[in-house]
């Protein structure tokens, strides 16, 4: 079996270029390749391009590059968590492209499955399907939108193996798997790494053929943006 | 006039036996405490879950469990997760009955607004779009005026729009009303105490009232 691993995160993003284009999985705080995010501020690079669903808080995931000024763009879906991400792009510091959630995930989806463009109703007849192609299919209007691909693609799981496959826990899953085949070089942080053979293949979530580099990560913080109990 | 918890109580009574729901941030997010016991319905959290639970006791917190509104949850029996692509296959692919969610504005047309209001606030749609354009069934929570008095309720939507064509039924804090194409907002029921001619002169699109409209009834 091919073995993936690196020996850490300091490793796995040695070779990030300013101005790559880079895919982050996570969905708010959770499941973000916190390991990653850390190595990455150490790196002396900049005019980042950026697809995560969220753009982190302020002191906390990406809301950390961004206050470094390493970020030049990002696309997101829902970036209301940030203030200084607000304050950058207020002042024309920095750009983004919003994008709905739904169609954000089916376009990386169908960058990492060969699928240039598909059709969805989501947004027609807002400002995001200004100049893109709509076609009517069956008396209902759908908008033309393409494939999204990344130079890098950062996510973390679970468990994973020295082959790259991975195992998700929870709704951290979310972005993390379909943005693994969607960079040309797909990077996994995982709380627990084992040997290939060490994961039951049926349980497997994402195969380790879309994973070129995998690691065990540390200290993981796993911070809660929003504590809810019930009494 | 209702609070927020007797709008999301209200709404509750639109929900129907079997159906797979999705509920938005804030006011929708109530609905789930009202839903009758005797309904088997299960909510879903666009970021992953077909199965929410209430939120946790202080002891069972797990920051890999979260709604859409990064909430910590709980999973009930049965549930199951999945990944973002997944999710909205559900959303768009119909599967999906029923979505709740807030707005800013909504027309008499049923086109809805809540998720940008330029120059000032840029959070995003996040799954909104997708889901107003996908529901069989929309319905909107929210307080009928803004706070500074301006009827939300309008001829067309002043703010960037979220969808179009799509809100079936709106619940405000004064009055249950449902979208018709040629009627606009055709007043259904009223809230304790509050008078059709209150109800018109805060409502600033098209409204049609036919007949007695009835007071809500809250058990």
Same mark, same amino acid.
């Given at each position: 079996m091919i073995n993936k691993t690196v020996k850490d995160a300091t490793e796995a993003v040695a070779d990030i270029p300013s101005g790559a284009m880079l895919m982050m999985g996570g969905f708010g705080l959770s499941g973000i390749p916190e390991n990653?995010?850390?190595?990455?501020?150490?790196?002396?690079?900049? #005019?980042?391009?950026?697809?995560?669903?969220?753009?982190?808080?302020?002191?906390?995931?990406?809301?950390?590059?961004?206050?470094?000024?390493?970020?030049?763009?990002?696309?997101?879906?829902?970036?209301?968590? #940030?203030a200084e991400f607000e304050r950058q792009l207020l002042q024309g510091e920095l750009e983004v492209e919003l994008i709905p959630q739904g169609t954000l995930a089916e376009r990386v989806r169908a960058g990492g499955a060969g699928i240039p463009a598909f059709f969805t109703p989501a947004g027609v007849g807002t400002e995001v399907a200004e100049g893109k192609e709509t076609r009517e299919f069956d008396g209902k209007v759908y908008l033309m939108e393409r494939w999204l691909k990344a130079d890098f693609s950062i996510i973390k799981a679970w468990k994973g193996d020295t082959a790259g496959n991975l195992i998700f826990k929870g709704t951290a899953r979310n972005f993390n798997p379909i943005m693994a085949p969607a960079g040309k070089i797909c990077i996994a942080e995982v709380e627990e790494l084992v040997e290939a053979g060490g994961l039951d293949p049926n349980e497997i979530h994402c195969p380790g053929i879309y994973v070129q580099r995998i690691f065990q990560g540390k200290d993981y913080e796993k911070r809660i943006e929003q504590r809810t109990v019930s009494n | 006039m209702l609070t927020k918890n007797q709008i999301a109580q209200r709404i509750a009574k639109e929900v129907k036996n079997g159906q797979y729901i999705n509920l938005g941030i804030g006011i929708p997010t109530l609905v789930a405490n009202y839903i009758p016991d005797h309904l088997e319905v299960v909510l879903q959290s666009e970021n992953g879950l077909l199965g929410i639970g209430p939120f946790p006791k202080e002891e069972d917190i797990d920051p890999d469990l979260i709604n859409a509104g990064k909430q910590t949850i709980t999973m009930v029996k049965g549930s199951v997760l !999945? =990944?973002? @692509?997944?999710s909205f296959a559900m959303i768009r692919g119909g599967h999906v009955h029923l979505t709740i969610l807030g707005a800013m504005e909504v027309s008499e047309k049923g086109d809805i607004? =809540?998720?940008?209001? %330029? /120059?000032?606030? +840029?959070?995003?749609? /996040?799954?909104?779009? $997708?889901? +107003?354009?996908? @529901?069989?069934?929309?319905? &909107?929570?929210?307080?009928?005026?803004?706070? $500074?008095?301006?009827?939300?309720?309008? @001829?067309?939507?002043s703010l960037p729009i979220t969808g179009i064509k799509c809100v079936k039924k709106i619940v405000t804090d004064l009055a249950v009303l449902e +979208? $018709? %194409?040629?009627? /606009? !907002? &055709?007043?259904?029921?009223? @809230? %304790?105490g509050v008078s059709v001619e209150e109800i018109k002169a805060k409502t600033a699109g098209k409204l049609t009232v036919e007949g007695e409209v009835p007071e809500m009834v809250f058990e």
């Open positions: 990653c995010i850390s190595a990455l501020l150490k790196r002396d690079i900049n #005019n980042l391009t950026i697809v995560s669903n969220n753009a982190g808080v302020d002191d906390f995931g990406i809301g950390l590059l961004l206050k470094k000024h390493m970020v030049k763009k990002m696309i997101s879906s829902y970036v209301g968590e #940030n | !999945f =990944n973002s @692509a997944e607004a =809540n998720w940008k209001i %330029p /120059g000032k606030m +840029v959070k995003g749609m /996040g799954g909104a779009m $997708d889901l +107003v354009a996908s @529901a069989e069934n929309i319905i &909107v929570a929210m307080q009928h005026c803004s706070r $500074d008095g301006q009827s939300k309720l309008l @001829a067309e939507c +979208v $018709d %194409p040629e009627l /606009g !907002f &055709v007043l259904k029921e009223r @809230a %304790p």
